[in-house]
């Protein structure tokens, strides 16, 4: 799948949303839940081969919330989109690059995420900022077009409410368990695995589908639930190698 969203996102699905959807069984489905969505990768596919589903989508990242909440609204859409560029106008060297992403605010994110050289925040000496086109990406059709409610909590609190929903898809992909990827995931989403390890899926009535590291202390943890599908995973951002393991109830 193309990218759908604006920027490259760590641990995005998109490359492996194809072999994901095949797994997932939509018998009686009414609701996709994504307790760490991100780019909203999976739900993004999912909307383009299933119709009339209601999403519940959720990062604890509160910049995405401001972003999916502009992207609803055409005027805050539009306005954004012209304060970005001319924003990228105003940068002639690494000091006003630096001075822009080091605000503790939405236009300061959006741009040291969609325009550095090989990461996040660090300065193109090239300058190859070009300006960019809000409405072109599928991501904002996905959001106009659906049933979408958005929000900003603990990735267990989403899942704690939709977890005995039996019409309702759980699609889990929280930050590892360990560090050998994702160093920079240091948050409290990852009390999902001690909560987890204690409340096994299995004994829950919505469907619910786990993506995460292909680890030993993972196998052992789910030991009692269906192992799915094992992928070889590369980061394009880190170019990390890992791979993945799909799990259900």
Request: glycine content about 2%.
């Amino acid at each position: 799948m193309k990218n759908h969203f604006y920027m490259g996102w760590s641990g995005n699905k998109r490359q492996e949303v194809e072999k994901i959807y095949d797994l997932l069984d939509f018998t009686n489905i009414t609701t996709i839940v994504e307790p760490f969505c991100g780019s909203c990768a999976i739900s993004y596919y999912i909307s383009l081969k299933q119709k009339n589903l209601t999403y519940i989508l959720n990062d604890n990242n509160k910049y995405l919330k401001e972003m999916y909440d502009i992207i609803i609204v055409n005027d805050l859409l539009l306005n954004f989109e012209k304060t970005i560029n001319d924003l990228i106008d105003t940068i002639k060297n690494k000091d006003d690059y630096l001075k822009i992403i080091k605000k503790d605010d939405l236009i300061g994110w959006f741009i040291k995420n969609k325009y550095y050289k090989i990461r996040p925040g660090l300065y193109d000496p090239d300058n190859k900022f070009k300006h960019i086109d809000m409405k072109s990406f599928p991501i904002v059709d996905f959001f106009k077009n659906n049933k979408i409610l958005f929000l900003c909590y603990n990735g267990l609190e989403i899942y704690s409410r939709y977890k005995d929903d039996k019409q309702s898809i759980i699609i889990m992909d929280p930050p590892y368990i360990v560090n050998s990827c994702n160093s920079m995931y240091t948050n409290p989403d990852l009390n999902i695995y001690e909560y987890l390890c204690n409340n096994d899926i299995k004994y829950q009535d919505s469907h619910i589908y786990l993506i995460l590291e292909d680890i030993w202390m993972i196998r052992l943890l789910f030991k009692g639930n269906k192992f799915l599908f094992s992928y070889k995973k590369q980061y394009e951002q880190s170019k990390k190698k890992t791979t993945h393991i799909i799990i259900s109830n």
